[in-house]
Structure formats: structure tokens, C-alpha cells
């Protein structure tokens, strides 16, 4: 065997030692650009309506001190809104980034997210995050299928779980020693754990207390009548709705409604507290000022607005969700009435503030020039979201429960609905003059020029988006 010839090395000494800095250089400076990326804190509740915080509807009836305190120190949205407005669907455009009508799920199907579609949490990881998930999951991926959803830690609840186990783990999460940014999830049940007490279900996490009485109880919804002139479509659901054994409300007078707003307020500072203790803890560990934070739901709760309960409808309690982004030093607190759409715009604007690229065939937007009032903001004129409304029992006659796809248009100061069930199918609401939606306006011979153009609207965002189903149910339209 040959044996083999050490040839001396022709570089200059001073050329290697130059190589060497150099490279040296290029890891300093690797090293800090991915600390100063900002560690992201992402909170999410469950059954959550936009207004039920003690900062946005007073403190008579609820407290809600450490929503209060991050609203306060960041912006909060007041137009955003679900996707679309129930559990899967809503989650899981909020993880993807994609429409309920491209993930195929607009009911709580247990369909598998496309592979195509990649989780937030793997596009953190693959760009060099820690990344923990902890809590309720409801995400139509396997929980242990960690390269697909990109979550390294993860304790998930099981069911419906209790809220007081999400910030232990939170918290030791937390306190890791790391070089390394970190997105953290904390995904609390409450106030969703509304639907077991009013069933007289146990609660996970331990009872509220008994009712009081109704006249120590939150009043009746402003809106608790339905709207003038509803659709056929919200009437049918409505039927259907209040028969199931899911939603045993068909006999609720106006006592027992009061009652049930007062169990929802007990579970919504449930959830405060526990929210909390993470961000006490986010503050403990020194990463507070580092951190941006953003707080949201999966949809609403209609607590007795229009004599519903529960999700799935268009009605602002149910669609309309809760939406603070916080970050020291770089959001200036105050209020938006940028127009949201929670479930495609979260995740490009996590993106963005990490400084990762955003897909290009994500079609959201993200919110980081509205939150640092950028004068470079793409505005949006209007907002779709999506329903499809199947949670119902069967009617009178009937052979099946009923089944009504829907869409939805919001503009700065109008509400179009239109859905594929009934004679009736359209919904037109002034917001500006009618922000408790009491009235239907789309056969009102006053509004019909407005009433065209936001069926226009949809048609536009329909082409743009390839969502035919949407085309499909304004075929209905006569």
C-alpha cells in the first residue's frame, strides 16, 4: 500500500488567520441576530367573546385584572374575528395560517390537516426556536407526531383538561437555560366549560359554586331578542340548536339565562387567573421585555344574544374574539379597529416579527406595521369568514338535523351573511347604527345599493381565494 504524502501548505499564514476572523465574525454575528430575535408567548382560550373583559364592558359582574393589565400595555383589536367561529376549524387555521375552506375543516370533523400545510409550531423550529406547546390541543394533527407540528415540549390536557395544570409545565418551560429564542403555547378549556355546568356536567378543574340568584346575576343580553326580519337559515338553526341534548336551553326563560351569563363570567377569570400565573411567570424569568405576547380565542360565546348559545353563528358574540399583542418597547399600547381575521392573520404576523419569510401562499396579513403604526400598512376594506352549522338535532318532519353552510363579509361599518338553507338566506346589518345587530336589512329597499356591493365583495374575495363554496351558496341568493 502506497503510503500517503503530507504536501506542505501553500496559504499564507496571514491569509488563514484571516479566513479565521472572518468566520469567527460570521458566527458572532449568526449568534446574534437569532438572540435578538424576540421570544414569542402565544395564549389562547377557549369559547372566548371579544368583550368579556372587565377593561371593555366594566367591573360589575366580572375581573379580569390580568387581561385588563395586557391590554393595557398593548394593542388590542376590537374587529377581529374566527376564522371560523367553532372549536377545529378555528384552531386550526390559527396553527396553519389557512383558510377553514382550504383546510377542508369547517365543522369539528376529525379530518387530518393536509400535509402540505405546515404548523406554526415547525415553522419556528425549523428557523432555529425552542418550541412548547402546552394544554388543550383540538389541532387535527397526532400530538406525538412532533416533526409534523414542530412542538419539541408538549403537555397536552386530555378532554377538556384543567386549566391550573397549563402553567406548571408553562412556567418550567420557562425557566429553561437556553441560547435560542422560543415560541411557548398556552391553550386554556375556560370559559368553554360553560357547555358542561349548563348540561350539569362535572367541571374540570373544580366547580365555580351554585347559581346565585337570578337577581344577583348578570342582566339579559341588550340583544337577547332575535333580530328583526332573520333569516329563515337562523331560524331553522336556532329550532335545531336549542333541541339537542348538547345545548339544553329550549326551556330557559330569562332566569336561567342570567344564571348561565354568571357561570361564563366565573369561568372567564378562571381563565384570567391562570393566564396570570404565566405571564408572572414570563416576568420572573427576565425573558418579559423580550417577549412578544399575543392573546386571542378560538371563537366566542353568545350567552343568550339572540337567544342562542354557544358558536358556530355570525352573530358578533359568537364570530367576534378577543386579540392584544403586546411587546415593550416596540408596540405602543392603544386600540385598533383594524379589521382581523384571527385564523389566516396570526401566524404571518408571529412570522414577521421573528424576521422568518412568510409563504407566499398564506393570504393573511400580518399585523406588525398596524402594531407599530407604521405609515406603510396595507389596509384591508373587508374581512370573509366561513360556518358550517351541523351541532343541531333533527326537526319536526325532518329525517336529519339540519345542515347550513354560510359566509360572512364585515366591512368598517356593515355585516353581510349569506348561507345556503332556507327561503330567507341574507343578512344585512348597519353596524355603525346597529352594533347589537337587532335588525336585518337586506329587505330594506334603503340599503339595497350597500346590500349588491357586498355581495360583490364576496364574489371579489371568492375569485381571488378559489373558494367555490362560497360561490356555491350565493347561488342560492334570489
Known amino acids: ?3 500517503a504524502t503530507t504536501r506542505p501548505s501553500t496559504t499564507k499564514p496571514s491569509t488563514t488567520r484571516s479566513a479565521t476572523i472572518l468566520i469567527c465574525i460570521l458566527l458572532f454575528a449568526s449568534s446574534t441576530f437569532a ?20 377593561c371593555v364592558m366594566g367591573d360589575q359582574y366580572l375581573k379580569t385584572p390580568n387581561l385588563d393589565a395586557l391590554a393595557q400595555r398593548g394593542m388590542r383589536f376590537d374587529r377581529a374575528y374566527a376564522a371560523n367561529p367553532i372549536c377545529v376549524p378555528s384552531r386550526n387555521s390559527i396553527f396553519s395560517g389557512y383558510y377553514p375552506f382550504e383546510t377542508g375543516l369547517q365543522s369539528n370533523s ?21 418550541t412548547g406547546y402546552f394544554g388543550k390541543w383540538h389541532l387535527n394533527i397526532r400530538s406525538k407526531d412532533t416533526a ?12 377538556n383538561g384543567a386549566d391550573h395544570d397549563i402553567p406548571p409545565p408553562a412556567t418550567a418551560f420557562l425557566n429553561q437555560k437556553r441560547d435560542k429564542p422560543f415560541l411557548l403555547v398556552t391553550s386554556f378549556t375556560s370559559p368553554h366549560d360553560i357547555c358542561q355546568m349548563v348540561r350539569g356536567e362535572k367541571i374540570p378543574g373544580g366547580s365555580v359554586g351554585p347559581f346565585p340568584d337570578p337577581a ?68 420572573d424569568s427576565g425573558h418579559e421585555r423580550n417577549t412578544l405576547v399575543i392573546f386571542t380565542a378560538d371563537h366566542g360565546d353568545c350567552t343568550g344574544a339572540h337567544q342562542f348559545a354557544q ?26 379597529h383594524e379589521l382581523v381575521n384571527v385564523g389566516i392573520d396570526t401566524l404571518p404576523t408571529m412570522l414577521e416579527f421573528a424576521g422568518i419569510e412568510i409563504p407566499r401562499q398564506l393570504k393573511g396579513l400580518s399585523l406588525k406595521p398596524v ?48 348561507y345556503d338553507l332556507g327561503d330567507h338566506r341574507e343578512s344585512f346589518v348597519d353596524m355603525k347604527v346597529d352594533p347589537h345587530e337587532m335588525r336585518n336589512r337586506a329587505r330594506d329597499p334603503s340599503y339595497q345599493v350597500l346590500l349588491k356591493k357586498h355581495r360583490d365583495i364576496l364574489r371579489k374575495y371568492a375569485a381571488e381565494t378559489g373558494d367555490r363554496e362560497a360561490i356555491e351558496i350565493l347561488l342560492g341568493v334570489r
Open 110 to 130: 376529525k379530518k387530518p390537516l393536509p400535509e402540505s400545510m405546515i404548523c406554526m409550531g415547525k415553522h419556528f423550529k425549523d428557523t432555529g426556536y425552542n
Open 216 to 283: 344577583d346575576c348578570p342582566p339579559l343580553p341588550i340583544n337577547y331578542a332575535p333580530p328583526i326580519d332573520e333569516t329563515d337559515s337562523m331560524k331553522l338553526m336556532r329550532q335545531s340548536y336549542q333541541a339537542t341534548k348538547m345545548t339544553p336551553i329550549a326551556n330557559f326563560d330569562g332566569d336561567k339565562w342570567r344564571q348561565m351569563r354568571w357561570g361564563y363570567h366565573r369561568l372567564v377569570e378562571r381563565a384570567d387567573r391562570e393566564i396570570g400565573k404565566v405571564l408572572a411567570a414570563l416576568k
Open 148 to 159: 409534523r407540528h414542530g412542538f419539541d415540549q408538549t403537555g397536552v390536557l386530555k378532554g
Open 35 to 54: 438572540d435578538d430575535r424576540p421570544n414569542i408567548l402565544f395564549i389562547i382560550t377557549e369559547q372566548n367573546f371579544a368583550d368579556v373583559m372587565s
Open 1 to 3: 500500500m502506497k503510503k
Open 311 to 336: 358558536k358556530t353563528v355570525f352573530y358578533d358574540e359568537s364570530a367576534r374574539i378577543p386579540f392584544i399583542v403586546a411587546y415593550p418597547g416596540h408596540i405602543n399600547a392603544g386600540l385598533s
Open 371 to 418: 402594531c407599530e403604526e407604521s405609515t406603510d400598512v396595507k389596509r384591508r376594506d373587508y374581512i370573509v369568514i366561513s360556518n358550517h352549522m351541523v351541532q343541531g338535532a333533527v326537526l319536526k318532519g325532518q329525517k336529519r338535523p339540519p345542515s347550513c353552510r354560510g359566509r360572512m363579509v364585515r366591512t368598517a361599518d356593515h355585516k353581510y351573511s349569506v
